[in-house]
């Protein structure tokens, strides 16, 4: 397509395609002065003139275009695909203005991901949850942190120009998880264990002591009165006619007493020569504590004599024992 105006002639090469025309090449001359006299059919024509110029030259002359002209295709060509989806079109990313982040907060009051409105109207600037860490230990661990408490290295990160949202609870937990502090920080009372009283006693403090027997009577004597010392394992033991309180009580004050001093506590079974107002009053008397050691049912129904050291084994720990009695021990 022609055209041609009072300065200058142009030309638009085309093809039609399904009754629609695909626009190949422009071109456009401006008219010279003696052009610019011409009529307007002598411009229409000059446009023609412009864009018609063909020329015949030989094949050998022109081996391209003679070339292309004797191709045979024998493959019928792909077609051309004029399809662009706009899912390609979106795939596209560009890098986003500078101001990308002020205009959206301009037209939809919304801040960018990093910036928070916090008290007092101050707009303040996130750090990212990768370099929080990093700050924290410059404002704890570093020369300049020197390992105070949560409160003085959120001051001083505030005081740097950086804020975080969870920057209270992160500085809390790094300063909880500091080695150096854990090792030489202040422990307070709350961090204490809980005591445990550490009862002692030395030797001669606690006796246990029990009556053997009945025996088969040898010269009059029926039992054995065993007395055992709780931390030195010393074993003191009378033959003894009968198993009654008047007896338990001599053998204390001439065996125990004046002997070994006056003990700290005596332990023994709930039988009556143990329990009874005589011994009562001498505990009293020499400030003695009287441990009654069990009420266990079996304690009560094991009166044989063969069960006697089992007995013993089982209140003092011990399986079984020799006549040399050793009884281990427990406060
Ligand atoms: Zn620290």
């Known amino acids: 397509m022609t055209d041609a105006s009072d300065y200058a002639v142009g030309a638009v090469l085309e093809q039609r395609m399904d009754k629609r025309s695909h626009v190949i090449y422009y071109a456009s001359k401006t008219l010279d002065a003696v052009q610019c006299n011409y009529s307007t059919t002598e411009k229409e024509l000059l446009a023609i003139e412009f864009v018609l110029e063909i020329k015949d030259r030989k094949g050998y002359e022109n081996s391209v275009a003679d070339h292309l002209s004797r191709l045979v295709l024998d493959e019928e060509p792909l077609p051309i695909s004029d399809s ?30 990093l910036w928070k409105l916090c ?34 290295a959120v001051g001083k990160i505030l005081d740097s120009g950086f804020y975080g949202e969870t920057l209270f609870r992160d500085a809390h937990g790094f300063c909880k998880g500091c080695e150096r502090c854990q090792r ?30 009945p025996f088969p009577s040898s010269f009059g004597f029926n039992y054995i009165l065993l007395v055992v010392d709780y931390v030195f394992k010393w074993v003191e033991a009378k033959a003894t006619r009968t198993n009654d309180a008047k007896v338990f009580v001599g053998f204390l004050k001439s065996n125990i007493f004046s002997r070994f001093g006056i003990p700290r506590a005596i332990i023994s079974d709930q039988g009556i020569y143990f329990c009874n107002r005589s011994v009562e009053a001498l505990m009293k008397k020499y400030g003695v504590h009287h441990r009654v050691a069990t009420t266990d049912i079996e304690y009560e129904r094991r009166t044989d004599n063969g069960l006697w050291w089992l007995r013993k084994g089982k209140y003092f720990g011990r399986s079984s024992c020799s006549k040399v009695v050793r009884l281990s021990v427990h406060c």
């Not at 307070?188 to 029990?210: A, K």
């Open 84 to 113: 662009f989806p706009n899912e390609h079109l979106f795939h596209m990313q560009g890098e986003e203005p500078w101001y990308a982040d002020f205009v959206n907060f301009v037209v939809t009051s919304t801040f960018p991901p």
């Open 119 to 152: 008290s007092h109207q101050v707009i303040r600037r996130c750090v990212p949850n990768n370099e929080i860490h990093f700050i924290l230990a410059h404002c704890h661990s570093y020369a300049c942190g020197g390992h105070f408490g949560p409160k003085r």
């Open 184 to 213: 030489i920080g202040n422990i307070s009372r709350r961090n204490e264990m809980p005591q445990m009283p550490m009862i002692f006693c030395e030797v001669f403090d606690i006796w246990g002591m029990d009556f053997m027997g």
